[in-house]
C-alpha cells in the first residue's frame, strides 16, 4: 500500500508540490529542505554550538536521504527520516569535537570556549542555557533541544532518536532536572 | 530564579528570532544520484529508437519481445487516436503542403506515443522514455518562469539542463533492466543544484512558477487521474500470485550474492517484495558513498551491484512486464476518450508549432 502511496504522492495536485508534474526525488528532498531546513538549522546549531556546522550537518542529512530516497519506506516519513539523519550527523560532529579536544588537551592548547561565531547562537542572557545544554548527555541534550527548539511532540522525538515514547519522558524529566542544577550552579 | 523549563523555553524562542522558520537557506547541492560513467542516456532518442534499440542485446530476447509487442500496441493505438483526430483535421480546411503536413503528422504521433508512456507505462523502457514528455513540460515552466521574473525585475536562466533521466527513473517499481545492464548504472549521474533565493526573489519565484504551471493543468488534470487508475492496475499486477511466485527465485538468487548481509547490518528478514530487494542492493552503493569510498571503488561496486540486481531482477520484472503489457491495451482502449484529450493537450502545449 505504501508505494500506492508514494506513487500517488508523485500524482499530487499541482498545488501541493511545485511543479503540476510527478514529483522526483530532487523535489521531494528540495520541498522539505525548504520547507523544515530552517528549523533543522536551528536545532543543529544549538546542538553544535555554530550556525555554519549546523548548517553543513543540516546539508549533509539532506543529501544522504536524497541518496537513499529509494530506501525509504514510505516517502511520507521523509521528515522523520531527516531528523534522524541531523541527529547522527550532530552526533558525529561533536564526536570529532570530543576527539579535537582531547588532543587540545594533550597538548595543553585548550580550544575556546566560545567564538565569536557560537555566540551568534543565541543572544547573551541565554548563552548560559546553551553551555549548560552541551554539558548534558547527548542523548538528554537532543532529547530537550527537539523538545523545546523544534516544538516536536514526545511520540515524534521517539522517532528521530529512535527510541521509545517511554524513554522520552523519562530522558526529558532527567535532562531537565540535570539543566536546572547545572544553571544553578552556574549562577 | 527562572526554572530550566522556563529558561529553555526563553532560549528557543530567542532561538527561532537569530534562525526564523522562513529565514533565507544556503544553496541544498544534491549529490549525484550514483557515481560513475556519464554519457549514456543523456542522450536519449527518439521514442521509436528507444524501442528498437532494445533489439541489440540478444540477453534481452524477453524484454524485445516485450518491447516490441508495445511498439505495436502503442502504434495501433496512435494510429486509432489519429484517425479520429485526423477527421476533424480534415474538415478544418487545413491547407498545408504534403511536406509539412507529414511532418507534422510524424511528431504528432512521437508526442502521441509519450503521452503513453509518460502515463501509462507498462516497462521500464516505456516509463524512462515517459519522462521526456515531463521534461518538456519543465523546460515550457521554466521558460515562462524566467519571462515572468524578468518583468519582475529578477534574472533567472530560462535554459534548462539537458534531460537528466537520474531525476526520473524508478528503480523499484519500473526499473529499466536494460539500461542498467548496459550503463552499470541505477540511475545515470548528474549533480542537482537547487538555487537559494532571497526571501523577496523566492516570493516573485513562487508567484511566477505557479503562472507558469496555469497551462499544463488541464494536461494534468486530465493525466493525473488517468495515471492512478493505470497505477492501480500496475500495484495489482506487481501483487498478484504469478509475479509473487518469483519471491522466493528473488530470495535464492539474492542469498548467492550474500544475503541477508547488509552494510546496515543483517536484513531483518527475507525479501518479501521487490522494493525490498532494491533496497538491499541500494544499500551497498549508498552505504559505501556516504563512508566517502572513491570514484573507482564506486564505480567497480556499480558494476557489480548493477549486475547483481539485473540477474536477480530479470525473472520477476519480465513476468510482471509480461502481464502489465498484456493489461496496457486494454486499458488504452478502455480511456481512449482521456487519451485523446490528452493527445490534444499535448500537441497544443508542446507541439513545434506552440514553441515561442
Not at chain 1, 18 to 29: F, I, K, M, R, Y
Request: aromatic letters at 6%.
Amino acid at each position: 500500500m505504501h508505494h500506492e502511496e508514494a506513487r500517488l504522492l508523485h500524482a499530487a495536485p499541482a498545488s501541493a508540490g511545485p511543479a503540476a508534474l510527478p514529483l522526483t526525488a530532487a523535489d521531494h528532498v528540495t520541498a522539505l529542505y525548504r520547507a523544515h531546513g530552517m528549523d533543522l538549522v536551528r536545532v543543529a546549531a544549538v546542538m553544535l554550538g555554530s550556525r555554519a556546522s549546523g548548517e553543513d550537518a543540516v546539508h549533509d542529512a539532506f543529501c544522504a536521504v536524497f541518496r537513499r530516497w529509494d530506501r525509504l519506506a514510505d516517502s511520507g516519513k521523509a521528515l522523520a527520516y531527516v531528523r534522524a539523519a541531523v541527529l547522527n550527523q550532530c552526533r558525529s560532529e561533536l564526536r570529532r569535537q570530543a576527539r579535537l579536544e582531547r588532543r587540545a588537551d594533550r597538548h595543553h592548547r585548550p580550544l575556546d570556549a566560545q567564538s565569536p561565531e557560537q555566540a551568534a547562537i543565541l543572544g547573551e542572557e541565554h548563552r548560559d542555557v546553551l553551555a549548560a545544554l552541551r554539558r548534558l548527555p547527548d542523548r538528554q541534550r537532543e532529547a530537550l533541544i527537539l523538545r523545546y527548539f523544534l516544538d516536536m511532540p514526545d511520540s515524534e522525538i521517539a522517532v528521530a532518536m529512535g527510541i521509545s515514547h517511554g524513554t522520552v519522558k523519562s530522558t526529558v524529566s532527567r535532562a531537565t532536572t540535570a539543566l536546572g542544577k547545572l544553571l544553578k550552579e552556574h549562577s | 530564579m527562572n526554572t530550566a523549563d522556563e529558561r529553555l523555553r526563553a532560549a528557543a524562542r530567542d532561538a527561532l528570532g537569530i534562525f526564523p522558520s522562513d529565514g533565507e537557506l544556503p544553496p541544498l547541492s544534491l549529490p549525484n544520484g550514483t557515481h560513475s560513467r556519464s554519457s549514456h542516456v543523456g542522450a536519449a532518442s527518439g521514442v521509436r529508437a528507444r524501442l528498437l534499440g532494445t533489439i541489440r542485446a540478444r540477453a534481452w530476447l524477453t524484454p524485445v519481445a516485450a518491447g516490441a509487442a508495445v511498439a505495436i500496441v502503442i502504434a495501433g493505438v496512435v494510429v486509432a487516436r489519429q484517425a479520429t483526430g485526423g477527421a476533424a483535421a480534415s474538415g478544418s480546411g487545413n491547407r498545408s503542403t504534403n511536406s509539412q503536413s507529414a511532418a507534422q503528422n510524424r511528431e504528432r504521433a512521437q508526442l502521441d506515443a509519450l503521452v503513453v508512456k509518460a502515463f501509462v507505462p507498462a516497462t521500464g523502457p516505456q516509463y524512462d522514455a515517459g519522462s521526456r514528455l515531463l521534461y518538456l513540460i519543465q523546460v515550457r515552466e521554466l521558460q515562462a518562469t524566467a519571462k515572468c521574473m524578468a518583468a519582475a525585475g529578477y534574472h533567472i536562466s530560462d535554459q534548462a539542463a539537458p534531460f537528466n533521466l537520474s531525476t526520473y527513473a524508478d528503480n523499484s517499481q519500473m526499473p529499466d533492466l536494460q539500461r542498467i545492464a548496459s550503463t552499470h548504472e541505477f540511475v545515470p549521474p548528474g549533480g542537482i543544484k537547487v538555487p537559494s533565493y532571497s526571501r523577496a526573489e523566492q516570493h516573485a519565484y513562487n508567484t511566477c512558477a505557479a503562472q507558469a504551471r496555469v497551462p499544463f493543468k488541464g494536461l494534468m488534470s486530465v493525466g493525473r487521474p488517468l495515471m492512478s487508475q493505470w497505477w492501480k492496475v500496475i500495484f495489482r499486477i506487481q501483487a498478484s500470485g504469478p509475479v509473487r511466485a518469483r519471491i522466493p527465485a528473488l530470495n535464492t538468487c539474492a542469498a548467492r550474492y550474500g544475503f541477508p548481509n547488509d552494510p546496515y547490518g543483517n536484513a531483518s528478514g527475507p525479501i518479501k517484495a521487490f522494493p525490498d530487494f532494491m533496497s538491499w542492493v541500494a544499500g551497498f552503493m549508498d552505504g559505501a558513498g556516504s563512508r566517502g569510498a572513491s570514484n573507482a571503488t564506486l564505480r567497480h561496486l556499480a558494476r557489480h551491484w548493477t549486475s547483481v540486481f539485473v540477474t536477480c531482477a530479470r525473472p520477476i520484472v519480465g513476468a510482471w512486464e509480461r502481464l502489465q503489457i498484456a493489461a496496457q491495451p486494454g486499458f488504452l482502449a478502455q480511456h481512449a476518450s482521456q487519451l485523446r484529450k490528452l493527445d490534444k493537450l499535448a500537441w497544443q502545449l508542446l507541439g513545434h508549432h506552440s514553441s515561442h
